[in-house]
C-alpha cells in the first residue's frame, strides 16, 4: 500500500462524511456544506491547472498537496527515506494560488508505523500519570464538552450537529480525555482499512503545556493498535510537530492551505 495515498484518503473520506456537495463534476470539486470549509479536488495534483481557480470559493479553505512520490509501507518504512520529507513540484493551480491568494497555515503529513516495541515503550510511559484516562463519547453532554473543548483549543467555532452525525459511525471514534474526572481533552480516530487517522487533537488551553498532549497521543496510539490498526495516520501543525518527531512519527509530505482573495 502507498503509505503516502492512504494519509491523503484517510482525511478526504473524513472531509466528506462531515457533509459536502460536488461543486464541479468534471474537475471533481468538492466543497464542505459547513465546518470545516475544505474545498478540494478529488484528482491528483498533476490534473489541477490554473483554470480551474476559477471554481474557488473565496471563503473556503483549499488545501494543496503536492503529488508525492509513491511510498509503498514496507520499501519506506525499510529505507533510509522514512525520516524525510518528499518534496514535489508544485501544481499551477497551487502556483496561482500563491499569486492570487494567501496561505493560512501549512500542515506536515506524518505517519507511525505500530510495532510492538513502540507499543511497550508508550504503554510503559502511560503508567507514569495516574487519573488520567480516554473515553468513549456516547452521551450528549460528552459531546457537548467534546465540542466546547476542541473549539477553545483550535480557536474555531466547531459544528456540534457535523459532530454528533459521527458519534454512530462504526468507522469513527470520539473520545474525551480526562485528568481526575475532568474532561480536558479531545480527539477523533476514522479507521479507513488498517490505517487509522487521529483529528482534532486538542487540549483546553488552561491545561496546555503540561504534558497531557504527549500522553492523549499515546493513548490513541494504544488504542488504534486495540482497533487492529496498522499504521496511525496524520497532519501535524508547526506547533504539534515537535511531539509527534518525538513519539517516532515520520514526515511525508506538506500540506498548504490557501484562501482565495
Avoid at 3 to 30: C, E, P, S
Wanted: charged share 20%; with cysteine; net charge neutral.
Amino acid at each position: 500500500m502507498d503509505i503516502n495515498q492512504a494519509n491523503i484518503d484517510n482525511l478526504t473520506r473524513l472531509w466528506k462524511k462531515y457533509g459536502v456537495q460536488i461543486i464541479d463534476k468534471n474537475t471533481q470539486l468538492i466543497k464542505n456544506t459547513s465546518w470545516p470549509y475544505r474545498c478540494w479536488f478529488d484528482l491528483p495534483a498533476s490534473g489541477q491547472n490554473y483554470l480551474q481557480l476559477k471554481h474557488l470559493d473565496t471563503t473556503a479553505i483549499v488545501p494543496m498537496w503536492s503529488e508525492p512520490e509513491n511510498a509503498d509501507i514496507e520499501e519506506k518504512e525499510n529505507s533510509n527515506l522514512s525520516s524525510q520529507l518528499f518534496l514535489t513540484k508544485q501544481s499551477s493551480l497551487e502556483v496561482e494560488l500563491v499569486k492570487k491568494g494567501q496561505c493560512l497555515f501549512s500542515q506536515t503529513a506524518m505517519y507511525l508505523a505500530i510495532l510492538p516495541a513502540v507499543l511497550f515503550t508508550i504503554k510503559d510511559k502511560i503508567k507514569l500519570r495516574k487519573g488520567f484516562t480516554v473515553k468513549l463519547v456516547t452521551k450528549t453532554q460528552e459531546l457537548m464538552a467534546w465540542v466546547d473543548i476542541a473549539s477553545k483549543a483550535f480557536g474555531y467555532v466547531i459544528d456540534q450537529s457535523v459532530i454528533e452525525s459521527l458519534m454512530n459511525d462504526s468507522e469513527i471514534r470520539l473520545l474525551l480525555a480526562y485528568d481526575n474526572d475532568e474532561a480536558i481533552a479531545t480527539a477523533l480516530m476514522y479507521k479507513t482499512g488498517s490505517i487509522i487517522g487521529v483529528h482534532q487533537v486538542g487540549v483546553k488551553p488552561d491545561v496546555q503545556g503540561k504534558g497531557f498532549s504527549r500522553l492523549l497521543m499515546s493513548e490513541l496510539i494504544v488504542n488504534c493498535a486495540e482497533w487492529q490498526g496498522t499504521h496511525v495516520v496524520l497532519q501535524a501543525s508547526d506547533a504539534g510537530k515537535p511531539l509527534y518527531d518525538k513519539l517516532g512519527f515520520q514526515a511525508q509530505f506538506l500540506i498548504n492551505n490557501y484562501q482565495r482573495v
